[in-house]
């Protein structure tokens, strides 16, 4: 299995609702990362996990919160989002983090906040 | 000046056609990635190199680390080679800490 699985695959909320993304893999990786991005531009690192722990947060703002409850699945909550956090979430995972390694992303959650 | 560069930014080609896409950085790197995005869909990693040439099936790639240059080629393209091919460059750290160039959007008509 090398697949990185992204549910759901599309999502509309407004902005006082609150949503989770979900990323799952089973390939054994211990690293996982959230990546946001806009149409017609290239993806943008938001959040890095390396062996379940939060290792970069590249100063995303507090209303996406990510979990990573195993080694397995990854987590993005959102509440109270703007309709400028409208975007395609990639989520992506690698062996162990280190540089060198191939990244496997998933196919996307295409967000649409109202 | 963007650190990855990528030309050309749109390239429409017949169907069988030789595809070059040209990548060039200016940082120092420990690999460089190419990637796949189909419109509105995720992204598969194709290459990762740090030296010389990497061939899988019609795709072919090549990186110079003495003059900070990649290439991606595919060979006899097809329609369903279209699609936008972005050069990524890591540096160190985080290997998800990627300086991505904007792409190149691929058409390939029959």
């Known amino acids: 299995d090398t697949e990185v699985t992204q549910t759901p695959k599309h999502l509309v909320m407004g902005m006082t609702n609150k949503k989770s993304l979900k990323c799952e893999q089973h390939m054994g990786h211990r690293a996982m990362y959230w990546y946001k991005q806009k149409a017609k531009k290239p993806p943008e690192l938001m959040f890095v996990y390396s062996y379940e722990k939060l290792s970069i947060n590249e100063s995303v703002p507090s209303r996406f919160s990510p979990e990573c409850p195993n080694s397995s699945l990854l987590n993005l909550h959102l509440h109270a989002l703007q309709p400028e956090d409208s975007a395609l979430y990639l989520c992506a995972s690698s062996q162990s983090g280190t540089v060198g390694e191939k990244l496997f992303f998933g196919s996307g959650t295409q967000l649409s906040v109202l | 000046k963007n650190e990855v560069e990528q030309s050309p930014q749109n390239l429409t080609a017949q169907e069988g056609e030789f595809i070059t896409i040209n990548c060039s950085y200016s940082?120092?790197?420990?690999?460089l990635h190419w990637l796949q995005q189909h419109p509105g869909g995720g992204i598969v990693s194709l290459f990762m190199?740090?030296?010389g040439k990497k061939k899988h099936g019609r795709l072919i790639a090549t990186i110079n680390i003495q003059e900070k240059h990649s290439s991606l080629h595919i060979t006899a393209s097809h329609p369903r080679d279209s699609a936008v091919y972005i050069c990524a460059v890591s540096r160190g750290g985080s290997q998800g800490n990627l300086i991505f160039g904007k792409g190149t959007k691929l058409s390939v008509k029959p």
């Open positions: 190199l740090s030296s």
């Open positions: 940082v120092g790197i420990s690999a």
